[in-house]
T-cell receptor, first 117, second 111 residues
Framework: DAGVTQSPTHLIKTRGQQVTLRCSPI?????VSWYQQVLGQGPQFIFQ???????GRGNFPDRFSARQFPNYSSELNVNALLLGDSALYLC????????????????FGDGTRLSIL | QKEVEQDPGPLSVPEGAIVSLNCTYS??????FMWYRQYSRKGPELLMY????GNKEDGRFTAQVDKSSKYISLFIRDSQPSDSATYLC???????????FGKGTLLTVNP
């Protein structure tokens, strides 16, 4: 079975531009979460989506937004890019119970490496 | 105090050694405990997942959770060069899916 797939794998942008990253969850997984991983650090939580609704948001500015589609795939959008947005952006999916929370673990894709010049 | 503390290493061991990786956490509301392995330029791969105190074993890997001390460990027996990677501990509460990660420990197993 296919795991979590993310596209593109690598992206180079300049300051002030906008970017859209895409994620397809594992088949049957309805919950999708996004994380930012800066070099040398652990991933930081950005968003969780379940049934097309935002269920959780981390400490990130409003320049970051996301959405989930009826097929449970998701997009992460970042506006007005800053040099500090350079990072590996990870998508994770999981089985979810009622309300979007269960005791199931999250499985990660290989991420999109975003470089800001 | 950070929610999750993990010694970043780096840690270098000879092939066949027993490796011990550790994290401490501050919030007693955390209920689920995970270890992920991350190879260079790859995403985190789930190794171990537990939600109770005690030991859980899977092949050469053993995860240990001590909720009273807020301390979790991962032991790797008979370490192999293919185990060389960054190991991340991750913890979450019961009411949402947010994972809180440690900084990761870079492990190198030398042949």
């Amino acid at each position: 079975d296919a795991g979590v797939t993310q596209s593109p794998t690598h992206l180079i942008k300049t300051r002030g531009q906008q970017v859209t990253l895409r994620c397809s969850p594992i088949s049957g997984h309805k919950s999708v979460s996004w994380y930012q991983q800066v070099l040398g650090q652990g991933p930081q939580f950005i968003f969780q989506y379940y049934e097309k609704e935002e269920r959780g948001r981390g400490n990130f500015p409003d320049r970051f937004s996301a959405r989930q589609f009826p097929n449970y795939s998701s997009e992460l959008n970042v506006n007005a890019l800053l040099l500090g947005d350079s990072a590996l952006y990870l998508c994770a999916s999981s089985l979810a119970g009622t309300g979007g929370v269960s005791n199931q673990p999250q499985h990660f894709g290989d991420g999109t490496r975003l470089s800001i010049l | 105090q950070k929610e999750v503390e993990q010694d970043p290493g780096p840690l270098s061991v000879p092939e066949g050694a027993i490796v011990s990786l550790n994290c401490t956490y501050s919030n007693s509301a955390f209920q689920y405990f995970m270890w992920y392995r991350q190879y260079s330029r790859k995403g985190p791969e789930l190794l171990m997942y537990t939600y109770s105190s005690g030991n859980k074993e899977d092949g050469r890997f053993t995860a240990q959770v001590d909720k009273s001390s807020k301390y979790i460990s991962l032991f790797i027996r008979d370490s192999q060069p293919s185990d060389s990677a960054t190991y991340l501990c991750a913890i979450r509460g019961g009411s949402n899916y947010k994972l809180t990660f440690g900084k990761g420990t870079l492990l190198t197993v030398n042949p």
